[in-house]
């Protein structure tokens, strides 16, 4: 099975930051990734899919890169609204799928 | 609007049964992947079941032999059956719709789950 390793598993920083996430994979996942915001007693929502393409709806401070093993969640200037955490999800087959561990974005 | 409406979470005993619906709306069920996800209390998400909108039915390692997703088709709700239920499937099941990429799918939208507590 593929593994998904995201870092930090904590992130604090302040209204205004530049804020990135990292999420690698164990093997090649090609562009095939989604990333999802899940904030507190809440279900998740969908951020990102095929690596950078941004789901409907979603601001433009979200975006996402990468292929292969490696992506990034970048938020450009983070907002009130972005404190929550993050999971990244590799589709890259049929059948299984596989989150990261998350990411916590607190406030510094 | 796309909407999915878990119910059925409740207190269990060990070696129990429970089954959770998901009732959806704004879509057809049939038409889509549709599959489960759990979060236990203070814990990451982890896939746990889904169907393909054929009906090929996929579980993860620790549910198999022990869930069964199915659908009702005529009711556009998603269903999980859960038996022999032990303390480590305590958490909340989300049901979320998967949408087909090509090679797999992702999660477009999701409930606000259900909690299933396994104690005695």
């Known amino acids: 099975d593929i593994q998904m390793t995201q870092s930090p598993s904590t992130l604090s920083a302040s209204i205004g930051d530049r804020v990135t996430i990292t999420c690698r994979a164990s093997?090649?996942?090609?562009?095939?990734l989604a990333w999802y915001q899940q904030r507190s007693g809440k279900g998740p929502k969908l951020l990102i899919y095929k690596a950078s393409t941004l789901e409907r709806g979603v601001p433009s401070r979200f975006s996402g890169s990468g292929s292969g093993t490696e992506f990034t969640l970048t938020i450009s200037s983070l907002q009130p609204d972005d404190f929550a955490t993050y999971y990244c999800q590799h589709y890259n087959s049929y059948s299984h799928v596989t989150f990261g561990q998350g990411t916590k974005v607190e406030m510094k | 609007e796309v909407q999915l409406v878990e119910s059925g979470g409740d207190l269990v005993q060990p070696g129990g049964s429970l089954r959770l619906s998901c009732a959806a709306s704004g879509f057809s069920v049939s038409s889509n992947y549709m599959g489960w996800v759990r979060q236990a209390p203070g814990k990451g998400l982890e896939w746990v079941s889904v169907?393909?909108?054929?009906?090929?039915?996929y579980y993860a390692d620790s549910v198999r032999d022990r869930f069964t997703i199915s659908r009702d088709n005529a009711k556009n709700t998603l269903f999980l059956h859960m038996s022999s239920l032990r303390a480590e499937d305590t958490a909340v099941y989300f049901c979320?719709?998967?949408?087909?990429?090509?090679?797999?799918?992702?999660?477009?939208?999701w409930g606000q789950g259900t909690l299933v507590t396994v104690s005695s």
């Open positions: 979320a719709r998967g949408w087909w990429d090509l090679r797999g799918y992702y999660f477009d939208y």
């Open positions: 093997q090649s996942i090609s562009g095939y």
């Open positions: 169907t393909s909108s054929g009906g090929i039915l």
